[in-house]
């Protein structure tokens, strides 16, 4: 079966970097796009962006480019979504989701990031 | 960017009702759209996809219909397991989800 698991929650300060991961399995991790999504507390989803996995080639959302960084490890199976300097706006859960066709067919279980002074 | 549009954005209804959410696009996006499910707590849960292909292993009572920019995702008969917030997808360019719609026990 096609699973997407992703790091556990984080608490962070403002100021500090994060990188959070997503490791798929079952599957030709290549062959699929990773999508990201936020959910700002209560709030509906976000689309942030995507990154080929087999290239590591991105396409984000404009209102995310240049606060987050989208990459990939092809050798473990895994993407990952990085800030250098956090906002408490950025406070929010995040998933990852295998891009089939550009929709999300399988999603993961969701980060938590919470960032606070 | 296109704005994606739901309506209602809470619906009240019970066990065995016929619902319908209505999803409308600033601009055309052919059929490229998808319905997504999602309870408290959980990630989202692909339905629909492509305006109106089901989804492998989603009951047949949902489905979807729809082209350019109005659609409708239907729940032909409520189940228990139904009550959830549903959104909508455009992919056509970049992409953008609808605010949601919460449905609701009456």
């Known amino acids: 079966e096609v699973q997407l698991v992703q790091s556990g929650a984080e608490v962070k300060k403002p100021g500090e970097s994060l990188r959070i991961s997503c490791k798929g399995s079952?599957?030709?991790?290549?062959?699929?796009?990773i999508t990201w999504v936020r959910q700002m507390p209560g709030k509906g989803l976000e689309w942030m962006g995507k990154?080929?996995?087999?290239?590591?080639?991105?396409n984000y959302n404009p209102s995310f480019q240049g606060h987050v960084t989208f990459s990939a490890d092809k050798s473990i199976s895994t993407a990952y979504l990085q800030w250098s300097s956090l906002k408490a706006s950025d406070t929010a859960m995040y998933y990852c989701?295998?891009?089939?066709?550009?929709?999300?067919?399988?999603w993961g279980q969701g980060t938590l990031v919470t960032v606070s002074s | 960017d296109i704005q994606m549009t739901q309506s209602p954005s809470t619906l009240s209804a019970s066990v065995g009702d016929r619902v319908t959410i209505t999803c409308r696009a600033s601009?055309?996006?052919?059929?490229?759209l998808a319905w997504y499910q999602q309870k408290p707590g959980k990630a989202p849960k692909l339905l629909v996809f492509?305006?109106?292909s089901l989804e492998n292993g989603v009951p047949s009572r949902f489905s979807g219909s729809g082209s350019g920019t109005e659609f409708t995702l239907t729940i032909s008969s409520l189940q228990p397991d139904d009550f959830a917030t549903y959104y909508c997808?455009?992919?056509?360019?970049?992409?953008?989800f609808g605010q949601g719609t919460k449905l609701e026990i009456k």
């Open positions: 990154i080929d996995p087999s290239d590591s080639y991105t």
């Open positions: 079952e599957y030709s991790f290549t062959s699929y796009w």
């Open positions: 601009e055309s996006v052919s059929n490229w």
């Open positions: 989701a295998r891009s089939s066709s550009n929709h999300e067919d399988y």
């Open positions: 492509k305006a109106s």
């Open positions: 997808q455009q992919y056509n360019r970049y992409s953008t």
